[in-house]
């Protein structure tokens, strides 16, 4: 039987039973065996990464956006597939997310402003929401000139726990892991975006991508309950020149 080797980057922050489920449903859409890897140490490749889908290790993966533009940078390594749409009404039933700035919810912070010099903890440097958001809101300062700290979580939830715990004092949340996963002890100070939702790919070329585009499409029609408990509504088709 034809192997479908796909690969999250995305869990523990989102929970890895919406990868399983996925994985499960392209199997026996596709007719292939389905092969769920996950990642958990970067969002998803950038320079200096194991670059997967090249190589033709991986077909199907679930990453961060700045991974698909620097896949795509330099080769067509990628091609987009449908995108899940959250089930935050912020989205408007578009496949957007965002960053929220969570602090203690007693901490007498009240403005971004307020956090020069404080300990901000981050998922990992490949990260949308958890870095480069936060980049483009202190530009043109660096990291360390505008934050006293900067603590390497491994992941949104960590992130969370370091801030609950009071050993960081702040950190931008993907809100979709957030959502699921948000302490009553956190309030959002700020929520940047709407970016648009880490892509789903497939590897350039791949001769099932039409099927697999097609499961996708179709995945709430079978599971909409089971997607709809780990926030998400659909799949929907995408645009890359979102994430240019």
């Not at 034809?2 to 919406?18: H, K, V």
Request: hydrophobic content about 45%; some cysteine.
């Amino acid at each position: 039987m034809q192997r479908l080797r796909i690969i999250t980057y995305l869990s523990p922050s989102i929970p890895a039973e919406l990868y399983e489920l996925i994985a499960g449903d392209l199997g026996e859409q596709c007719g292939v065996a389905a092969e769920l890897v996950f990642e958990r140490s970067i969002s998803g490749p950038l320079d200096g990464d194991d670059d997967l889908f090249t190589r033709g290790a991986a077909d199907v993966g679930f990453l961060c956006a700045p991974s698909f533009r620097w896949l795509n940078a330099t080769r067509r390594a990628v091609e987009l597939l449908p995108l899940p749409v959250p089930s935050d009404p912020r989205t408007e039933g578009r496949p957007v997310y965002f960053a929220d700035v969570v602090v203690r919810a007693d901490s007498p912070v009240r403005t971004f402003a307020e956090l020069a010099g404080a300990r901000w903890s981050f998922n990992d440097r490949n990260s949308k929401s958890g870095w480069f958001s936060m980049l483009e809101r202190i530009a043109p300062r660096a990291p360390a000139e505008f934050f006293g700290e900067l603590i390497a979580s491994g992941s949104h939830l960590r992130s969370l726990e370091l801030v609950a715990s009071g050993v960081a004092d702040a950190a931008a949340i993907d809100s979709n892991a957030l959502r699921a996963n948000a302490p009553e002890s956190l309030r959002v100070l700020e929520s940047w975006g709407p970016f648009p939702i880490q892509p789903a790919v497939i590897r350039a070329g791949h001769p099932a991508r039409e099927r697999v585009a097609g499961a996708l499409m179709t995945i709430h029609e079978r599971h909409g309950a089971a997607l709809a408990k780990h926030g998400v509504s659909r799949f929907v088709a995408g645009d890359e020149r979102v994430y240019a």
